[in-house]
């Protein structure tokens, strides 16, 4: 009896041995799956959280949160002389070098210009499509930007030279005056529109270039003022109303001048200003409270929406933009080339 308690007691405990190592195995394998899950799920967290950091990818796509679609890749075109000549018949008149360089830059640099900006197309390939198109005042100007290019290599210049020639008058933009703020004669070679924000500190920086091109080509030179309040400056919009309400006084310059040269602007330094440059201040504060006024700012406004003009301040020298207080020097390669066209 006593040795049969003994080998039942051995393979009970045989048993519990055995139990226990199974157990440890499940447990050990079990931790170890669990530490695999884990570091699965972080290496997955951390590839998620790499996504949402990396830029957006670039394609196709509407609605809310869709990509920014990429211009296409510039491909030059081929055109022959002749075929351009028939595109450009002032190129017939060159030959040799001339016609060649003429002809290199018409296929290799690109046409920027209203309706194609977010195109790539070569000048060539602009001048052969714009006939085609129903809006042909659209390309009106790449004619006389062609015209420029073989002015320019019959004048030997170098390719560099002619390419700057073209693409620093690039994209040009079909936006007339009319009624708006102006100085100078109406007929005078080179207008410059500018769009401008009464408050913006970049506008009140261009200031003094555009009185240094006024200084220097005197009654040549029309200049055009248009608004643009951008919703983050406050008293954008109230200035904008102000300086047309003046302009009903025909002192719009003057009180131009005034909120550019004023430090801070608030509504009562706009009656100050008023004051100063001699306006009948109540007639002015009925004309800035009027729907007139109100309807010139937002035409004004809508104009630069449509044209894609997004920051201030924004040129237009004969139609071609320029955005930015750039210095004298920038906006002369434009107004010289311009000038030599008329001459």
């Keep these: 009896m006593n040795q049969n308690s003994t080998v039942f007691g051995l393979l009970a405990f045989a048993l519990l041995l055995a139990g226990l190592a199974g157990y440890g ?76 360089r003429a002809v290199y830059a018409l296929n290799n ?26 809006d042909k005042s659209m390309c009106a100007n790449m004619p006389r930007l062609a015209r420029r290019v073989v002015r320019m290599a019959r004048q030997e210049k170098s390719p560099d030279d002619i390419r700057a020639g073209a693409e620093f008058s690039q994209p040009w933009l079909p936006i007339e005056p009319g009624d708006a703020p102006s100085k100078g004669r109406a007929d005078a ?44 400056h406050k008293m954008a919009r109230p200035a904008a109303l102000a300086a047309l309400a003046a302009d ?14 004023a430090e801070g602007l608030d509504d009562a330094k706009l009656v100050t200003l008023a ?15 009027s729907t007139e006024v109100d309807a010139a700012v937002a035409a ?11 920051s201030t301040p924004t040129f237009l020298v004969n139609g071609y933009k320029v955005k930015g207080a750039q210095p004298p020097e920038f906006f002369d390669r434009i107004i010289e080339a311009e000038l030599a066209e008329r001459e």
């Design 109 to 134: 640099i690109v046409g920027s210009c209203v309706p194609c900006m977010d195109q790539q197309y070569s000048m060539g390939k602009c001048l052969e499509r714009a006939p085609k198109l129903l």
């Design 300 to 310: 004004d406004a809508a104009r630069a929406e449509k044209w894609k003009i997004t």
């Design 25 to 100: 195995g499940y447990t050990v394998g079990h931790k170890q799956a669990s530490l695999e899950a884990a570091a699965e799920l972080t290496k997955k967290d951390a590839e998620l959280s790499a996504a949402r950091a990396a830029p957006a990818p670039r394609g196709g796509g509407e609605g809310e949160g869709a990509a920014k679609k990429e211009k296409p890749e510039f491909v030059p075109t081929d055109y022959t002389a002749e075929q351009l000549t028939g595109l450009v018949p002032e190129l017939g008149e060159l030959g040799g070098e001339a016609q060649t």
């Design 189 to 232: 070679p080179i207008t410059l529109i500018e769009y401008s924000d009464f408050q913006c500190p970049y506008c009140k920086k261009a200031q003094p270039n555009i009185k240094a091109l006024e200084a220097k080509y005197g009654d040549k030179l029309r200049v055009v003022f248009m608004n643009q309040p951008l919703a983050m």
């Design 275 to 289: 004051g100063q440059v001699g306006l009948d201040v109540p007639r002015w504060e009925k004309d800035r409270a």
């Design 248 to 261: 009903k006084q025909g002192k719009f310059w003057e009180y131009h001048d005034a909120i550019f040269a």
